[in-house]
């Protein structure tokens, strides 16, 4: 079985399709009306995994989703996030010499990780 996409619920298509686009580096791979007032975009890059978490006490279980993404730059990633308004959540993490990440929300609240191993 191969895992095919995740579902965002989202606010406002164009502000979402910027994050994803323009920070993320995803491309629009089809975009399309479905019903009176309701579009749906697909962004994509080639690629897709699931993280599955266990453990530490300052997670939820059950509650959220965070969607993982490796870019070039951990700090020019933050640079341009800072530059368009977002607030990072905290600083750079590195639980082990090889992986270095840290957490932005997106325009909805959804939870980004921004994540680099060596």
């Given at each position: 079985?191969?895992f095919?996409?995740?579902?965002l619920f989202v606010?406002?298509?164009e502000r979402?399709?910027?994050?994803?686009?323009?920070i993320?580096?995803?491309?629009?791979?089809?975009?399309?009306?479905?019903?009176?007032?309701?579009e749906?975009?697909?962004?994509g890059s080639?690629?897709t995994?699931v993280e599955?978490?266990c453990?530490?006490?300052e997670?939820?279980?059950?509650?959220?989703?965070?969607?993982g993404f490796v870019?070039?730059?951990?700090?020019?990633?933050m640079d341009?996030?800072?530059?368009?308004g977002?607030?990072?959540?905290?600083e750079?993490?590195s639980?082990?010499p090889?992986?270095?990440?840290?957490?932005?929300?997106d325009?909805?609240g959804?939870?980004?990780?921004f994540?680099t191993?060596?």
């Amino acid at each position: 079985m191969n895992f095919r996409h995740v579902t965002l619920f989202v606010k406002d298509l164009e502000r979402s399709i910027s994050f994803y686009r323009d920070i993320v580096g995803l491309e629009i791979t089809s975009r399309f009306p479905a019903g009176p007032g309701k579009e749906i975009a697909f962004l994509g890059s080639g690629s897709t995994e699931v993280e599955l978490f266990c453990g530490g006490d300052e997670f939820v279980i059950g509650t959220g989703v965070s969607l993982g993404f490796v870019p070039e730059s951990l700090e020019d990633t933050m640079d341009l996030l800072r530059s368009k308004g977002y607030e990072i959540e905290g600083e750079i993490v590195s639980p082990s010499p090889q992986t270095r990440f840290f957490f932005v929300k997106d325009p909805d609240g959804h939870r980004v990780q921004f994540i680099t191993v060596d």
